[in-house]
């Protein structure tokens, strides 16, 4: 099996292979590493999941630091590292290298300020590689094709998806599913008084609603949703105009140390993404920057059937 | 209705054509003074006006200025107003008595003619010109004035400007103004010494290494660009800013404007022709001439669309309106021709180039891609129109290439790829939300609204980014 990549030339990208390392002593090797491309980090990702045993994602970072050859192929190898000689399977990603231009230019456009428009569109496809038939990461999470039955948009699905009701869409739920934890949250006898949806409900609830204060201003539509309404330097909560200490609702230059927050600036690791950290940095509920993150859309699976709002996001 | 929009803040005033020295590369031919001068009387008023007008600095230069023998009182009587006097001069009648009186009329900057290295320097100008510029260094620094050199580059000089760096930092310059040599006056007739467009990314990137270094604040002139992120950090590291600025069109007739020797008021004393002539001051006060609203029109009112070639269709295009409007004249012949001295346009060149030897439509379709999400909205452009050649019935091309046009500014462009994508599949709410977008800002906006809306309503209003857009055209936004 074999993928194809196109990347640029002195900007990362990642490769993510998931493997039982952890649980076994089976995991991916890279192997095989062509001239012009270097490995800048090895990490591991946690499948979330309430099973004991669960599956890992391998995340390989690479930089492209020259033109490689034509047929340049990354090699991953699935070993047994208690008997390095015993070999299961190869995994060859294809590199097309773009390379860059050795005068760079500032990036304008009279439209960015008016139309940040997101990639999810018809003419940009989503995918991590794009345009790949069998895209390696896809949705922005890892798979491949001994993914797809275990491992869909990133939660544990496929067969288990439709009998074990223990694990759906990534949260835990089954039996103890009404009770516990509901889509992420934790409801059920608490969930009236405690939390909904993910925010503080019960005796606030009047006040607040999702999260977002609400009550005689939310009729009169002076706030809904907790944002002011036809408010023309707030809307949606995001500050319009080009306010240098808020940027998409947030402070800016908070980035180490604010959570759900997005970090503003060009930081290389994190853009538009939550909390931050050596392995949030590459994915979770987050968005990798770099080449990675024009194909990674906010982290959802957005499709025909999503709902204009999901999990309190756009997609 | 006067242009009260348009503030100056600055002027380049020729105070005389006269000149001692008949350098090879004069772009205004000077020699003896030219009749019909202003006389001092006239110069003092005009020097008034320009404080009234709130001018914060003046350049004065000619000719050789200080040929004119009331230069030091037209200093007086402009920094006396509040206004900042810098001179451009030869430096050969700049002797310690110049300086001294200069100092003591207020001048606050002096810039010096250097073009080489001393063997060099003295071939364009003028026998033992180098050794009177170097004793108006000293003599400068001796008062304490801030003084600069100033360097038009041509195929004279491009090959030793390390060396020329090194003669100026032994002199003790601090700053360093660089310029291109145009084809005009003198230069026009020696087409030997003018750079190749090609030469412009050796002069920035000398500016910029020599930025980098730190030994001498580098300035290059408006006429070298533009948006070369190692231009842009030159200039960052040179005015001491903390981010890129990013070059914003000509200041002439905008910003600044030029006095010519007999006080007739231009955009740039470089644009000099008569259609370019907006008065007189001998006939008309100088704000009467700055608040004419037809005045200065050429620029006020020059847009993208009246640009040509690559210049025409440049994501940059409305913001940097084709750079130096005097380089498109003097290479081109029109100041609405494409600017090939642009570093800019030369990548574009490349990259045109580089596209059209690809026959691989998947794979450029998928670059354009990356292209887009990257924000190099211009290239993935490239990479869109070589794969819709080799790839003509596919809608989807057709969309991506409406955005990226949408994102460079090519609204007409953008139009014609949604009609396109649309007449393959009328139901593609993507490239109706595209023609939607290119009809609002080619000023059809009623008409623009009109079929986002129908965008929106075909997309159930499920799609956030038809939404989003159309709230940008309904708020006034856009």
């Given at each position: 099996m074999a993928n194809e990549m196109v990347v640029f030339q002195g900007k990362s990208f990642s490769v993510g292979l998931q493997s039982m390392l952890g649980s076994t002593a089976y995991g991916w090797c890279l192997t095989g590493l062509p001239k012009g491309v270097v490995l800048l980090n090895i990490e591991t990702e946690k499948v979330q999941s309430p099973n004991t045993v669960a599956p890992i994602i391998q995340k390989f970072w690479f930089v492209a630091v020259s033109e490689t050859d034509k047929k340049a192929e990354i090699e991953f190898t699935m070993m047994n590292f208690t008997n390095l000689s015993a070999t299961d399977q190869k995994h060859n990603v294809s590199i097309s290298v773009v390379p860059s231009d050795s005068d760079e230019f500032a990036k304008y456009s009279e439209n960015n300020d008016a139309m940040l428009r997101s990639i999810s569109n018809a003419a940009i496809p989503y995918g991590y590689v794009l345009g790949a038939q069998d895209p390696l990461l896809k949705y922005g999470y890892a798979c491949d094709v001994a993914d797809t039955p275990t491992l869909k948009y990133g939660y544990p699905c496929g067969i288990q998806d439709a009998t074990n009701t223990n694990v759906k869409y990534g949260y835990t739920c089954g039996a103890n599913d009404a009770t516990a934890v509901k889509y992420g949250y934790p409801c059920g006898t608490q969930d009236a008084t405690l939390m909904k949806y993910g925010y503080p409900c019960g005796v606030e609830d009047a006040t607040l609603k999702y999260g977002y204060p609400c009550g005689a201003e939310d009729v009169a539509t002076g706030v809904k949703y907790g944002y002011p309404c036809g408010e023309p330097v707030l809307k949606y909560g995001y500050p319009c105009g080009d306010t240098p200490a808020l940027k998409y609702g947030y402070p800016c230059g908070?980035?180490?140390?604010?959570?759900?927050?997005y970090p503003c600036g060009d930081t290389p690791v994190l853009k538009y993404g939550y909390p931050c950290g050596a392995q949030d940095a590459t994915l979770k509920y987050g968005y990798p920057c770099n080449i990675q993150n024009s194909a990674v859309a906010y982290g959802y699976n957005c499709n025909a059937q999503n709902a204009m709002m999901k999990y309190g996001y756009f997609c | 209705m006067a242009h009260i929009e348009y503030k100056p803040v600055t002027a380049v005033w020729e105070?005389?054509?006269?000149?001692?020295m008949r350098c090879g590369h004069c772009g205004s031919s000077c020699a003896g003074a030219l009749p019909g001068e202003l006389s001092t009387m006239e110069a003092l008023d005009l020097c008034d006006q320009i404080a009234e007008l709130g001018l914060r600095w003046i350049t004065l230069s000619g000719g050789e200025p200080l040929t004119r023998k009331d230069t030091p009182d037209l200093v007086k009587r402009l920094s006396g107003n509040g206004v900042k006097v810098n001179i451009i001069t030869n430096g050969w009648l700049l002797d310690t008595d110049m300086a001294k009186r200069l100092k003591d009329s207020g001048i606050s900057t002096v810039a010096i003619s250097i073009d080489g290295t001393p063997e060099i320097h003295d071939s364009v100008r003028k026998e033992g010109a180098f050794e009177h510029a170097r004793n108006a260094f000293h003599a400068m620094t001796e008062f304490g004035i801030e003084t600069g050199a100033v360097t038009t580059i041509t195929k004279k000089n491009i090959d030793i400007l390390s060396d020329l760096k090194e003669e100026l930092i032994g002199m003790g310059v601090k700053t360093w103004q660089v310029q291109l040599g145009l084809p005009m006056g003198n230069l026009k007739e020696r087409p030997d010494w003018v750079l190749e467009p090609k030469q412009v990314n050796d002069v920035i990137d000398f500016c910029y290494n020599t930025a980098k270094e730190g030994r001498i604040r580098i300035y290059p002139a408006d006429c070298i660009g533009y948006y070369s992120k190692k231009d842009l950090e030159t200039r960052r590291i040179s005015f001491g800013f903390d981010r890129h600025s990013l070059w914003d069109g000509c200041n002439a007739g905008v910003r600044g404007f030029g006095i010519l020797h007999n006080g007739d008021i231009l955009g740039c004393t470089s644009i000099r022709s008569k259609e370019f002539i907006e008065g007189n001051i001998r006939k008309r006060k100088l704000r009467e001439i700055w608040e004419d609203e037809n005045a200065f029109l050429w620029r006020r009112q020059l847009t993208k669309e009246k640009l040509s070639g690559s210049c025409k269709t440049c994501v940059y295009g409305s913001k940097c309106l084709g750079g130096c409007p005097n380089t498109r004249l003097t290479m081109k012949g029109s100041i609405y021709e494409e600017n090939e001295y642009c570093a800019y346009n030369l990548s574009l060149k490349k990259k045109e180039t580089k596209y059209s030897k690809c026959d691989n439509a998947a794979a450029l379709r998928r670059l354009a891609d990356s292209l887009i999400q990257q924000g190099d909205y211009q290239e993935a452009s490239f990479a869109l129109k070589r794969t819709k050649e080799l790839d003509?019935?596919?809608?989807d091309v057709y969309s991506a290439i409406g955005y990226s046009e949408f994102m460079c500014g090519n609204y007409e462009s953008c139009l014609e790829a949604n009609n396109k994508a649309l007449e393959m599949d009328s139901n593609n709410t993507y490239a109706m939300g595209g023609r939607a977008l290119a009809l609002f800002r080619l000023g059809q906006k009623d008409e623009g609204i009109r079929i986002m809306r129908e965008a929106v309503a075909l997309t159930g209003g499920r799609d956030i980014n038809l939404i989003q857009d159309l709230r940008y055209m309904t708020d006034g936004k856009m």
């Open positions: 908070d980035a180490p140390v604010l959570k759900y927050g | 105070v005389t054509m006269g000149c001692n003509p019935e596919n809608a």
